[in-house]
């Protein structure tokens, strides 16, 4: 069954730091686009970071570039999103997503998505 899981989600304070994990099953993470999705309630899901390959181009939204860091572990089969000085508009569902064969990584949209996660709550509070 392919499937993605991914977990390191909490609350965290302002300037605070989390690293999310994202495992792959069922499939090999090498060789396809990952993405990071986030969603905060009443907005709709936004593409935050977007890789094309264990040896490509990463692309970044303007509002996380300086700040977040995405890398992958392609031993583990799984990705990880490196969140530095988080912000309370950082509170958010983030998923984890494979593209779809032949789909863009930037700009990264949910159409172009194939696998999804479930989730990872992040929350930026004092």
């Known amino acids: 069954q392919v499937q993605l899981v991914e977990s390191g989600g909490g609350l965290v304070q302002p300037g605070g730091s989390l690293r999310l994990s994202c495992a792959a099953s069922g499939f090999t993470l090498d060789y396809w686009k990952i993405g990071w999705f986030r969603q905060s309630p009443g907005k709709e899901r936004e593409g935050v970071v977007c890789s094309n390959s264990p040896r490509g181009s990463t692309y970044y939204a303007d509002s996380v570039k300086g700040r977040f860091t995405m890398s992958r572990d392609n031993a583990a089969n799984t990705v990880y999103l490196q969140m530095n000085s988080l912000k309370p508009e950082d509170t958010a569902v983030y998923y984890c997503?494979?593209?779809?064969?032949?789909?863009?990584?930037?700009?990264?949209?949910?159409?172009?998505?194939?696998?999804w996660g479930k989730g990872t709550l992040v929350t930026v509070s004092s």
């Open positions: 997503a494979a593209l779809k064969w032949g789909s863009s990584c930037w700009p990264l949209v949910p159409d172009g998505v194939d696998v």
